[in-house]
């Protein structure tokens, strides 16, 4: 039952209304919920989606509901949720959920996003559209602090830069004490609960034992500032890539770098290894400044427009601001969502894990990775094999030549997998925690 006064607004409806304006706010609120316990949030995402999907009734019957809960929701002296109640837009959305579902869906979202109160994306933190429970109710206390700001006309959605304030009061939110008690921190609470639901899933695809879990948790719960200044000094040649674009160059016929570009990183880097009998002809013959120039295009921090190639306002914005591009770089290698980047996932998993006082051999690595890919991808209808999988932590290991992350190749010796330096295994480590605190993908 609903709350003492929701059951006195709802004595004073007629009959006619009185069943589907009960039926409507018993699924809104909790168990003895009240007026206050209402948010915005949850009445759009009711009327806008819940209502005219999940409600097996004719769509009459949802256009009557949807008024019948903006009475109630009036006698609760709540004239901003009833007038939403009877918006056009809602009732123009219930009827096109029928009629055209893939209109409907985007139109949700737009309403959704233009309304103010949904909290937004920040580079603190990416929502999940898989959320847990943790994280739900954080999503729900900031759209509170944000409805609080559109009551109070701090916050008015439509006006110039209001995504910008929207913005930081979901960042002064999530940084702020969490209302649950359980962290100093909001945003400590949900990135711990994402950590915990991560690794539970990691070690139910891969079988990793309890002191390996341990350790890989131990280490990256302790990274710190000092860790990322490094790693973040360790992308210098991404840096002077981005600096060498700069307002744009021209990319030859098949796409790839201009030759005087290719030569100006050998001569800065010494990457082409094959020198005095054979010469530097393009950017394949660098498979460091390849993996740069990927690497710029998969985190946006370059824009291709035909053969030209200019930085964008990210690269831009990373090239001032040295976090930006230890971000932008680190979970552009490390991308769950996509083959090569799962696979970084896992070499860097396997190479964090493994003891330094023993040889871990290259088979060993390819079987560490075969564990963490085979779960989530398939050749085909047909299971990975080891040798599905060998070479596929190629960008990882290409990006460790390129930054230094891993130790010099012992020569003549081909069976031993890469060895991490101090600021290879933080390079790791630190996309390794970019992975466990992000969205949970939905595979």
């Known amino acids: 039952m609903t709350g003492e006064a929701v059951e006195r607004a709802l004595r004073e409806l007629p ?11 018993e699924w809104l609120l909790p168990e003895g919920g009240d007026w206050g316990d209402l948010l915005q949030l949850t009445l759009q995402g009711f009327l806008w989606y819940s209502l005219p999907m999940k409600w097996l009734t004719d769509r009459v019957r949802l256009h009557e509901v949807a008024w019948a809960l903006g009475d109630l929701l009036e006698l609760g002296r709540s004239e901003r949720h009833a007038g939403l109640c009877r918006s056009t837009a809602t009732h123009e959305l219930i009827s096109r959920w029928e009629t055209d579902p893939e209109t409907a869906r985007v139109q949700f979202r737009t309403l959704m996003v233009d309304s103010g109160v949904d909290p937004p994306d920040t580079t603190l933190l990416t929502w999940g559209h898989l959320q847990g429970m943790t994280e739900h109710a954080a999503c ?6 944000l409805e609080a700001a559109v009551v109070d006309g701090s916050l008015v959605p439509g006006r110039r830069g209001w995504r910008s304030v929207a913005t930081s009061v979901t960042e002064r939110t999530l940084n702020g004490p969490d209302p649950y008690g359980e962290r100093p921190c909001l945003l400590d609470a949900v990135e711990e609960e994402r950590c915990r639901d991560w690794l539970s899933d990691l070690r139910r695809r891969t079988g990793m ?54 030569l100006d990183a050998d001569e800065r880097y010494d990457w082409f290894g094959l020198k005095p009998k054979f010469t530097v002809r393009g950017e394949r013959d660098l498979p460091e400044l390849m993996l740069i120039h990927r690497l710029a295009r998969d985190a946006r921090l370059v824009t291709p427009r035909r053969r030209r190639l200019t930085v964008s306002a990210r690269g831009r914005e990373a090239l001032a601001d040295e976090r930006s591009l230890l971000r932008a770089a680190v ?8 083959w090569a980047g799962d696979a970084a996932v896992g070499v860097a998993i396997a190479l964090v894990c493994a003891d330094p006082t023993q040889r871990f051999t290259s088979a060993a690595l390819d079987a ?12 085909g209808a047909e299971e990975l094999t080891v040798d599905d999988v060998r070479g ?38 630190l996309g390794i925690r970019a992975v466990a605190c992000g969205p949970r993908p939905a595979w």
């Not at 796409?255 to 570009?261: E, F, N, V």
């Not at 979970?331 to 996509?338: E, H, S, V, Y």
């Not at 560490?368 to 050749?379: D, F, G, P, T």
Request: aromatic share 6%; glycine share 8%.
């Open 15 to 25: 009959d006619a209304t009185r069943d589907d304006a009960r039926a409507a706010i």
């Open 140 to 145: 729900l206390h900031v759209s509170a602090a």
């Open 209 to 262: 034992s309890d002191d390996a879990a341990a350790a890989l948790m131990a280490s990256v719960v302790s990274s710190s500032d000092d860790d990322v200044d490094a790693v973040g000094a360790s992308l210098e040649p991404l840096a002077w890539f981005l600096r060498q674009i700069g307002d744009g160059v021209t990319m030859t016929e098949a796409g790839y770098l201009p030759r005087r570009l290719v």
């Open 331 to 338: 979970t552009g290698l490390l991308d769950p969502t996509t």
């Open 368 to 379: 560490a990775l075969h564990r963490h890919l085979r779960a989530r991808w398939r050749r």
């Open 392 to 429: 596929a932590g190629w960008p990882l290991r290409t990006a460790g030549r390129t930054f230094g992350w891993f130790a010099p190749a012992e020569r003549g010796v081909w069976d031993l997998a890469p060895r991490l330096t101090d600021v290879g295994r933080q390079a790791c480590v």
